[in-house]
């Protein structure tokens, strides 16, 4: 009974926010001809209802076709165009205001001093400040458009960093860093696959992959095993787990079917399968050019409250030589503050993932921004704190929404260096 309440709820928000919207295209629309101004509110209306259809075809269909890629982009132009809608609606909330500050004003002016005759207190809305939202609303909207063509446009971010105490046998280490590929959301093989022949095409050392291989399901890997089993590098291909991996998110039948468990064992096996080395609270010992370096990857864990925590550093760490240099590989970035650098300041590097940078935002140099950042202040690219240092990966899929505006996917090729630039 809960469910079709909490649907009723946001169809009744929809349809709300789509009536307030309406006000203003009136407005603006008020001079039109007739037939010009029935045809504009005809297709806005049959727009809003065909937006709310779409919601509760979503929801009836959620479970008999979870991974159709038509689903994923109507779905996408239906809350798009919802989150365009309450842009534009802040700019008529000022608008509102501006009305009633004003009508409250003529209000009391006309019960302080009454006249004769009745005054008309109405005021008209601003057309400027209706254009403008309108305007606003659209612009995102169309933006959300082009992110579509961005969903596999993967871009190599070169970043070389230098460590004062990194062995001299180390230098010019390459390791590629990869992220949140969420394989329950690709559409696109072939793309898919160009982005894993740009990785070996920039023959890494190491590749190391932070976390949340799948959107929920190890079935997710099926059509993608194949691809991603290519990753191959002369020290291996090593991974950690994220928080969409251990299937957190979805419901588990409670006798027969794939239990909860299964299907995580499931996701280990093909990550064992596609030869990569999958570390569970552990830590490994590498070497190369005689020397070596600590790799040690945990599960995940995070410092906000609504992620469960199955890492466990203390354990990764045991009996590792403190004066070896370390790279740890954690799937949310937000552990970096909360515990590395609080009492693990023997980690040189750590890598994360888990923000896609929100898949919007503007990057441009000298000047970046991404809503994610009140959330995540480490959000993407390089930190540093004394002598730790920090990367995040912006991501090599997507969630949720299938496109990318300003904050493409990213394949990152970390250099390692003693030198100082």
């Known amino acids: ?25 009136q407005h603006v ?12 509110h005809w297709t806005y209306w049959s727009v809003s209802i065909f937006s709310v259809l779409v919601v509760i075809f979503f929801v009836v269909t ?7 890629s038509f689903k ?30 004003q009508w409250s004003w003529f209000r009391t002016q006309q019960l302080i001093a009454p006249k004769a005759e009745t005054e008309d207190l109405s005021i008209s809305r601003s057309t400027f400040l209706s254009w403008l939202g309108l305007a606003m609303g659209g612009t995102l909207y169309g933006t959300l458009l082009y992110g579509f063509s961005n969903s596999y446009n993967y871009q190599i971010v070169r970043q070389k960093l230098r460590f004062s105490l990194l062995p001299k046998a ?27 022949e740009k990785i070996l095409s920039l023959q890494p050392d190491i590749i190391l992959f932070t976390g949340d291989l799948v959107n929920n399901l190890a079935d997710e890997m099926k059509d993608y095993q194949s691809v991603f089993s290519k990753l191959k590098a002369p020290l291996g291909v090593y991974s950690v787990l994220g928080n969409h991996d251990y299937g957190d998110y ?17 996701l280990k096996k093909i990550q064992q399968e596609m030869g990569w080395n999958l570390l569970l609270n552990q830590h490994v010992i590498i070497n190369k050019n005689d020397a070596s370096f600590a790799l040690i990857g945990i599960e995940n864990w995070g410092a906000k409250a609504r992620f469960s925590r199955y890492g466990d550093l203390s354990q990764a760490v045991n009996g590792l030589d403190p ?27 750590t890598l994360s993932g888990h923000t896609h940078g929100m898949q919007f935002g503007v990057e441009i140099p000298g000047f970046r921004w991404s809503p994610v950042q009140y959330l995540y202040p480490e959000w993407a690219g390089h930190y540093q ?10 991501g090599y899929g997507f969630l949720g929404y299938p496109g990318r505006v300003g904050v493409l996917p990213e394949i990152t090729l970390i250099e390692l260096s003693s030198k100082t630039p």
């Open 323 to 349: 004066q070896l240099f370390s790279i740890l590989m954690s799937h949310d970035p937000s552990h970096w503050k909360a515990q590395v650098v609080q009492e693990y300041n023997h980690i040189n590097l």
């Open 62 to 68: 959620e479970k008999s076709h979870p991974r159709s």
């Open 385 to 394: 704190f004394q002598e730790q240092q920090l990367y995040v990966n912006r």
């Open 29 to 40: 629309s008020a001079a039109w001809s007739s037939t010009s101004r029935n045809k504009l």
């Open 250 to 266: 979805v419901p588990w039948p409670d006798d027969g079917g794939v239990s909860k468990k299964a299907n995580l064992d499931q």
């Open 1 to 25: 009974m809960r469910f079709p309440l909490v649907l009723a709820f946001f169809i009744l928000l929809f349809l709300l926010l789509d009536y307030y919207v309406f006000q203003s295209i």
């Open 170 to 196: 180390l230098e010019g280490l390459k390791i590629v860093h990869i992220s949140d590929i969420h394989s329950g959301s690709f559409t696109n093989k072939s793309a898919v696959e160009k982005g894993v």
């Open 72 to 101: 994923f982009y109507l779905f996408a132009l239906v809350i798009g165009l919802f989150i365009a809608k309450l842009i534009a609606m802040l700019f008529f909330l000022v608008d509102d205001g501006r009305r009633l500050v």
